[in-house]
């Protein structure tokens, strides 16, 4: 897709909508971390998404799918999502840059690469192993 | 080499996260966008008794607050959106690199809003990072 049909397209400004809400998002965590410990950033976390959730129910109108194992992971996503948060929230709190600390967490598909190629049994791209290389070399970077 | 003070807490992000693409993955196999995105809540709430503050928020400044419940109501409102660029036509292959670009945000904003410096090596570091999500969405 030409990037002038891009930029008609609705996927493309919610895209930019999501990198807008996602930048706020670690800005005013990291700006909320300076003085709130990070388990407690963790625990009111949930409470500043009841709000979107409750939109997401009223758009299904209240009826939300029965697959056990569809629930298992939606919960289990959100489990392991607030445990990455709240090392999200404690690694803002060490002083450390927070440009540096929000890009060096933002290489986390470098793990669902090695999970998707060993669990799932995908095939690893020449792209992939360039982008593991580029990783490899931004973490030794950051320790500089 | 010299490992930062923040090191092992993004060790854990990336382990944490880095599981949470392959669950997106398997959750969506099963149930509308919408619903998993509920269910997500569900288990953020699933460790809250774990992490129950020993004092009162409220001893917590009101500005400090309203930065915590907008960083969570922006995640929430930015999951949406991306769950609605794929649902709006956006292939994943498309869409997940280009809102993995996030971190953009905090680097330009870094300096004026934090006043944070950002050193060379970090610099090239950031780059490095933020070319590696692009191809590692890919």
Sequence with gaps: ?144 | MHLPPWFWQCAVVLVAWGIVGLLQKLSTNHLSAESALVWLVVGFFLIDPLLYPKESVLAYSSRSLAWAFLSAFLNALGAWALLAAMKHGGKASIVVPLTALYPLAMVFLAPVILHESVTRPQALGVACALVAVVLLST
């Design chain 1, 1 to 144: 897709m030409s990037l002038p049909a891009a930029l008609k397209a609705k996927w493309f400004w919610y895209s930019i909508l999501c990198i807008v809400c996602w930048g706020g998002w670690t800005l005013f965590g990291k700006l909320g971390s300076a003085e709130i410990s990070a388990p407690t950033m963790q625990f009111l976390f949930p409470f500043g998404c009841i709000p979107i959730a409750l939109a997401m129910l009223w758009a299904r109108r209240f009826k939300l799918e029965k697959s056990p194992r569809g629930i298992f992971y939606g919960v289990a996503n959100g489990v392991l999502s607030g445990i990455g948060g709240l090392a999200l929230f404690a690694a803002y709190r060490t002083q450390g840059n927070a440009a540096v600390i929000t890009a060096a967490t933002a290489m986390y598909p470098l793990i669902t690469v090695v999970l998707a190629v060993t669990i799932l049994r995908e095939r690893l791209t020449w792209i992939h192993v360039v982008g593991l290389g580029f990783a490899g070399v931004a973490f030794v970077l950051f320790s500089i």
